[in-house]
């Protein structure tokens, strides 16, 4: 049963929780988490992710739609905040024992409607499992910025290139981009310009 965070607007639970009655709901494979951040409100020398919270664990279609339609379009976000959907017990953060070894998959996008669209068909594409390599995938971000805004999904072993190669090309599939995406280490954005970049490209 998935709870309901204070961040969830009352009349939103009430449609959560109310919206399939009668109805037998349908499970997903596995619970996932959204979470929302907004780094605008950090407090200067503030640790990161101090302003990260998990908002809702969801297991069913019902709650996902639901969710998704009224509070979870990247569109809706102000500058410098973003939303990400995790598997349920993996925290969207480097140092969580699921992503400490691995990396994401990005894209910079400079259209509001694009954003909204690749959000939803990469949600759309984790839930329902579409991914041949779910197991290696923790969850996908999206972040709204002032120039552009981008999405960004991460998986567990950066180092397994095949599997990482396999990713890319079924998400670049899924999102039904023309554009190049790339790979970057968890590890490679804490070192100095000149030694960044992404590691793979599809």
């Given at each position: 049963?998935?709870?309901?965070?204070?961040?969830?607007?009352p009349?939103v639970?009430?449609?959560?929780?109310?919206?399939?009655?009668?109805?037998?709901?349908?499970?997903?494979?596995r619970?996932?988490?959204?979470?929302?951040?907004?780094q605008?409100?950090?407090?200067?020398?503030a640790?990161?992710?101090?302003?990260l919270?998990?908002?809702?664990?969801?297991?069913?279609?019902?709650?996902?739609?639901?969710?998704?339609?009224?509070?979870?379009?990247?569109?809706?976000?102000?500058?410098?905040?973003?939303?990400?959907?995790?598997?349920?017990?993996?925290?969207?953060?480097?140092?969580?024992?699921?992503?400490?070894n691995?990396?994401?998959?990005?894209?910079?996008?400079?259209?509001?409607?694009?954003?909204?669209?690749?959000?939803?068909?990469?949600?759309?594409a984790?839930i329902?499992?579409?991914?041949?390599?779910?197991?290696?995938?923790?969850?996908?971000?999206?972040?709204?910025?002032q120039?552009?805004?981008?999405?960004?999904l991460?998986?567990?072993?950066?180092?397994?290139?095949?599997v990482?190669?396999?990713?890319?090309?079924?998400?670049k599939?899924?999102?039904?981009?023309?554009?190049?995406?790339?790979?970057?280490?968890?590890?490679?954005?804490?070192?100095?310009?000149?030694?960044?970049?992404?590691?793979?490209?599809?």
């Amino acid at each position: 049963m998935a709870e309901v965070d204070a961040g969830i607007p009352p009349e939103v639970s009430q449609d959560i929780e109310g919206g399939g009655a009668g109805r037998q709901p349908h499970r997903l494979e596995r619970k996932w988490t959204f979470w929302f951040d907004n780094q605008s409100k950090v407090k200067p020398g503030a640790a990161w992710g101090t302003s990260l919270r998990s908002i809702y664990t969801f297991d069913t279609v019902e709650e996902f739609w639901c969710l998704h339609d009224q509070i979870f379009r990247p569109s809706k976000l102000q500058v410098n905040a973003d939303f990400h959907c995790f598997k349920a017990g993996i925290e969207p953060k480097w140092e969580d024992p699921e992503c400490a070894n691995g990396g994401r998959w990005s894209i910079t996008i400079n259209r509001k409607a694009n954003l909204d669209s690749m959000w939803l068909e990469t949600l759309m594409a984790l839930i329902s499992e579409q991914f041949e390599e779910i197991e290696e995938i923790c969850g996908v971000v999206a972040s709204v910025r002032q120039r552009h805004d981008k999405l960004s999904l991460w998986t567990k072993t950066a180092s397994n290139e095949a599997v990482q190669m396999s990713i890319g090309r079924k998400w670049k599939e899924i999102i039904d981009t023309a554009d190049k995406i790339m790979y970057s280490y968890h590890d490679d954005s804490g070192r100095d310009k000149s030694s960044r970049g992404g590691r793979y490209s599809v």
